[in-house]
């Protein structure tokens, strides 16, 4: 069974950092992205980054510049640095893997419990 533990989330003031780490435990053949979405009260979980394992990092629009993810292969673990936090960045933070358990399984996606985010002075 996949867990994904998610840490590092508070409250900062506008313009503040933060750091979100997620460790993955338990039985994973293949990761084939790992990366972070989000969700703020009254709207969709959004995409925020993700980190395939083959090919290129992607960002959502609004992050650009901002956030940067990372990954850390040897640990299973994946890092979202926040930097020039705002206010409309308030949200759950929610860890995603996508991967197989066994080399025959299919291929699907774990998510951890979320983690708060809150901006504001």
């Known amino acids: ?4 533990v998610e840490s590092g989330g508070g409250l900062v003031q ?3 950092s933060l750091r979100l ?8 053949s293949r990761i084939n ?13 959004e995409l925020v980054a993700v980190s395939p ?7 959502a629009d609004f992050v650009k510049g901002r956030f940067t993810i990372s990954r850390d292969s040897a ?5 979202l640095q926040m930097n020039s936090l705002q206010v ?5 933070y ?13 291929v699907r996606e774990w998510w951890g419990q979320g983690t708060q985010v809150t901006v504001s002075s």
Not at 21 to 28: E, F, K, L, Q, R
Not at 53 to 59: F, I, K, L, M
Not at 75 to 79: D, F, L, Q, S
Not at 94 to 106: I, K, P
């Open 94 to 106: 929610f860890c995603n893997l996508v991967g197989r358990e066994r080399a025959w399984s299919s």
């Open 21 to 28: 780490s997620c460790a993955a435990s338990g039985s994973i």
């Open 53 to 59: 394992s083959s090919g290129s990092t992607q960002y």
């Open 88 to 92: 409309e960045d308030t949200a759950v």
């Open 33 to 45: 992205a790992m990366g972070w979405y989000r969700q703020a009260p009254g709207k969709q979980r």
């Open 1 to 4: 069974q996949v867990q994904l």
């Open 75 to 79: 640990k299973n673990t994946v890092y």
């Open 14 to 16: 506008p313009g503040g």
